[in-house]
């Protein structure tokens, strides 16, 4: 608990003493894919359910908040509310589709995979309004008000490091609400064993259901984020490279966790920054990071850390 | 309109049969091992270039080249086995997440060797057929045949065959089955290195029908997935029907609705389908 408050706020105090902008740029893509890390990891890691629809929710809330945005002048965080209903929905439609089937494990990996393949395409081939594959070009910038200083637009890394850290800070506030509560315990029986939580009268289809609309809902804003952040959006986004990264992010960190997504996103993050790789050659890397963890460190780097404190400790 | 109907349906029944092949690969190997082998559509890439390599570069006749890219394809799967997937038996999502790793390297090498341009093969077989007003390409024909013959046998090795029965022996109990004398490590990898071998002679018979790119695996796993879903899981026959009604639904729905759909005509069936049969078409509760 202590080791977590401290790294936190080292966290918070660190534009204070690093003025990187490099270092700062490594640091806010961390927090957003660790903002898809930690929805992930909720509905994956905690609840069990193997989902590949996080890039569809991703890409379909990148294009929405910057088209309500900007066709329908909403302020930015105005515009990241329906993105988010929309996530919802969506979510509702495909888990309910895939948990009514019970299609469990790989089946129901494979059938979101599908979901988000067909989305995809709806954006790929949207042109009017997506413009296709030539994507959009994201003017404009989130504002926030701030006491003494007023509105003011999110500018330059400092500012958006700590936009992104705060979205971080809530959104793994929320999830470990989420998981601390009663829906939280449910989830926890459902990934352990389906059939004796529905014995126990837990309704699995309902709390897997939440599982999933809570995770893809939180997911969607680290894609208005995202588009903002790059100021370019365009169908890659929804891709199923993007499904794999943060997969291997979770995985890497340490499935279960709220900490291990970050730590895993922070890792794959700053790799192709530190040495210098080919687009092919940091998908075998990834590829080859990804097969190692599940066969020789399926805990992740926290998992594996925490059983290392815990045997010193005992 | 007849010409354009009936050619979609050939058309969609050979895409089909593909699917079919990569279904019944995926069946097979998790029916019976316990693996998931998500990755099959990387080795039936491995097994197309590995034919177009042979019959362009070297300049082998194509029925020659198809047997060696086999067995290519086959040496990959055997590798793959050994060194990630007989850890992840019985653990679906380890075998589906080693799968993803292992398409993101196999892919990933394929651009890097091949890169990104679409190859495309001399023409095997040229001419049609006719049938009063349609033609049908003799390439096609045979392409479907040699699938509808590969599948048909392997029901037939599995349902008559010492080796098949050991294989449904070990499906059901491993431990019983080695103790009336299968040698059950070796039958797993007999699995793996034909499941592999077919995806591979899926690839060698894409190649000579249509244009390879290293992303080709990834599409064809996918459709093999909703095949086998469809035709319901641990059916084989089913497997191959599954595939051929997703292919077919795809080919003629790209003609009545906007092609850049097709992939989403399949998956809607998919789902229809599931809502009144939950175990697939052919699959049993």
Same mark, same amino acid.
């Given at each position: 608990?202590?080791?977590?408050?401290?790294?936190?706020?080292?966290?918070?105090?660190?534009?204070?003493?690093?003025?990187?902008?490099?270092?700062?740029?490594?640091?806010?893509?961390?927090?957003?894919?660790?903002?898809?890390?930690?929805?992930?990891?909720?509905?994956?890691?905690?609840?069990?359910?193997?989902?590949?629809?996080?890039? %569809?929710?991703?890409?379909?809330?990148?294009?929405?908040?910057?088209?309500?945005?900007?066709?329908?002048?909403?302020?930015?965080?105005? #515009?990241?509310?329906?993105?988010?209903?929309?996530?919802?929905?969506?979510?509702?439609?495909?888990?309910?589709?895939?948990?009514?089937?019970?299609?469990?494990?790989?089946?129901?990996?494979?059938?979101?995979?599908?979901?988000?393949?067909?989305?995809?395409?709806?954006?790929?081939?949207?042109? *009017?309004? @997506?413009?296709?594959?030539?994507?959009? =070009?994201?003017?404009?910038?989130?504002?926030?008000?701030?006491?003494?200083?007023?509105?003011? %637009?999110?500018?330059?890394?400092?500012?958006?490091?700590?936009?992104?850290?705060?979205?971080? @800070?809530?959104?793994?506030?929320?999830?470990?609400?989420?998981?601390?509560?009663? /829906?939280?315990?449910?989830?926890?029986?459902?990934?352990?064993?389906?059939?004796?939580?529905?014995?126990?009268?837990?309704?699995?289809?309902?709390?897997?259901?939440?599982?999933?609309?809570?995770?893809?809902?939180?997911?969607?804003?680290?894609?208005?984020?995202?588009?903002?952040?790059?100021?370019?959006?365009?169908?890659?986004?929804?891709?199923?490279?993007?499904?794999?990264?943060?997969?291997?992010?979770?995985?890497?960190?340490?499935?279960?966790?709220?900490?291990?997504?970050?730590?895993?996103?922070?890792?794959?993050?700053?790799?192709?920054?530190?040495?210098?790789?080919? %687009?092919?050659?940091?998908?075998?890397?990834?590829?080859?990071?990804?097969?190692?963890?599940?066969?020789?460190?399926?805990?992740?780097?926290?998992?594996?850390?925490?059983?290392?404190?815990?045997?010193?400790?005992? | /309109?007849?010409?354009?109907?009936?050619?979609?349906?050939?058309?969609?029944?050979?895409?089909?049969?593909?699917?079919?092949?990569?279904?019944?690969?995926?069946?097979?190997?998790?029916?019976?091992?316990?693996?998931?082998?998500?990755?099959?559509?990387?080795?039936?890439?491995?097994?197309?270039?590995?034919?177009?390599?042979?019959?362009?570069?070297?300049?082998?006749?194509?029925?020659?080249?198809?047997?060696?890219?086999?067995?290519?394809?086959?040496?990959?799967?055997?590798?793959?086995?050994?060194?990630?997937?007989?850890?992840?038996?019985?653990?679906?999502?380890?075998?589906?997440?080693?799968?993803?790793?292992?398409? *993101?390297?196999?892919?990933?090498?394929?651009?890097?060797?091949?890169?990104?341009?679409?190859?495309?093969?001399?023409?095997?077989?040229?001419?049609?057929?006719?049938?009063?007003?349609?033609?049908?390409?003799?390439?096609?024909?045979?392409?479907?045949?040699?699938?509808? %013959?590969?599948?048909?046998?392997?029901?037939?090795?599995?349902?008559?065959?010492?080796?098949?029965?050991?294989?449904?022996?070990?499906?059901?109990?491993?431990?019983? #089955?080695?103790? /009336?004398?299968?040698?059950?490590?070796?039958?797993?990898?007999?699995?793996?290195?034909?499941?592999?071998?077919?995806?591979?002679?899926?690839?060698?018979?894409?190649?000579?029908?249509?244009?390879?790119?290293?992303?080709?695996?990834?599409?064809?796993?996918?459709?093999?997935?909703?095949?086998?879903?469809?035709?319901?899981?641990?059916?084989?026959?089913? *497997?191959?029907?599954?595939?051929?009604?997703?292919?077919?639904?795809?080919?003629?729905?790209?003609?009545?609705?906007?092609?850049?759909?097709?992939?989403?005509?399949?998956?809607?069936?998919? =789902?229809?389908?599931?809502?009144?049969?939950?175990?697939?078409?052919?699959?049993?509760?």
């Amino acid at each position: 608990m202590i080791l977590r408050l401290v790294l936190w706020s080292a966290l918070y105090a660190l534009p204070i003493f690093v003025r990187s902008d490099f270092l700062l740029t490594i640091l806010i893509f961390t927090f957003i894919y660790g903002m898809l890390g930690v929805t992930l990891d909720l509905i994956f890691g905690f609840t069990g359910q193997l989902s590949m629809f996080h890039p %569809a929710v991703f890409g379909v809330s990148a294009y929405m908040t910057y088209l309500l945005a900007s066709k329908a002048g909403l302020p930015f965080w105005l #515009a990241t509310i329906p993105s988010a209903l929309t996530a919802v929905v969506l979510a509702m439609i495909v888990g309910s589709i895939c948990f009514k089937f019970r299609l469990k494990t790989f089946y129901f990996a494979v059938v979101t995979l599908a979901f988000a393949e067909v989305i995809r395409l709806v954006v790929l081939n949207w042109n *009017s309004v @997506t413009n296709g594959t030539l994507g959009l =070009v994201v003017t404009g910038r989130p504002t926030v008000w701030l006491p003494g200083m007023g509105v003011v %637009a999110i500018k330059g890394p400092v500012a958006w490091y700590y936009l992104t850290l705060v979205s971080l @800070t809530l959104t793994v506030i929320v999830c470990a609400r989420c998981l601390s509560s009663w /829906m939280g315990r449910c989830f926890g029986a459902i990934r352990l064993n389906e059939d004796l939580a529905r014995t126990l009268g837990i309704d699995v289809f309902r709390y897997k259901l939440a599982s999933f609309a809570v995770g893809n809902a939180l997911a969607s804003f680290a894609g208005g984020l995202y588009g903002y952040y790059t100021a370019y959006i365009d169908p890659g986004y929804l891709s199923i490279n993007q499904s794999m990264d943060v997969l291997a992010m979770v995985l890497l960190g340490g499935q279960g966790t709220l900490i291990g997504p970050i730590v895993g996103s922070l890792v794959l993050t700053s790799l192709p920054h530190v040495i210098d790789l080919r %687009a092919e050659a940091r998908a075998i890397l990834y590829g080859a990071i990804l097969i190692f963890t599940i066969l020789v460190m399926p805990r992740g780097i926290v998992g594996t850390f925490n059983a290392w404190r815990a045997r010193r400790a005992a | /309109m007849t010409q354009l109907v009936l050619g979609q349906v050939l058309n969609g029944a050979i895409i089909g049969a593909m699917y079919g092949i990569i279904a019944l690969g995926i069946t097979l190997t998790f029916g019976i091992t316990g693996i998931v082998n998500f990755a099959l559509g990387e080795f039936m890439m491995i097994g197309a270039y590995a034919t177009y390599a042979l019959a362009e570069r070297f300049g082998w006749p194509y029925p020659v080249a198809v047997v060696p890219a086999c067995l290519i394809a086959a040496a990959a799967g055997y590798l793959a086995n050994k060194a990630f997937f007989r850890f992840t038996r019985n653990n679906l999502v380890n075998g589906l997440l080693v799968s993803i790793g292992l398409i *993101s390297i196999l892919e990933s090498a394929a651009l890097l060797f091949w890169t990104a341009t679409p190859l495309e093969m001399h023409f095997v077989l040229p001419g049609a057929l006719r049938l009063g007003e349609v033609g049908l390409p003799k390439m096609k024909l045979v392409v479907f045949a040699v699938i509808l %013959a590969v599948i048909v046998l392997t029901y037939l090795g599995l349902a008559r065959t010492w080796l098949g029965r050991a294989a449904f022996a070990y499906a059901q109990n491993p431990e019983a #089955a080695m103790l /009336m004398g299968v040698h059950t490590p070796r039958l797993e990898t007999a699995v793996m290195l034909y499941s592999t071998g077919l995806a591979g002679l899926g690839g060698a018979l894409y190649a000579s029908l249509y244009s390879l790119e290293p992303a080709m695996g990834g599409v064809y796993v996918l459709k093999g997935m909703e095949a086998a879903i469809l035709g319901g899981i641990g059916s084989l026959m089913g *497997s191959l029907w599954g595939g051929v009604i997703l292919g077919v639904i795809e080919g003629v729905g790209s003609i009545f609705l906007p092609t850049a759909f097709r992939d989403a005509y399949g998956l809607a069936i998919l =789902v229809a389908i599931l809502l009144f049969r939950p175990a697939g078409l052919f699959g049993t509760e």
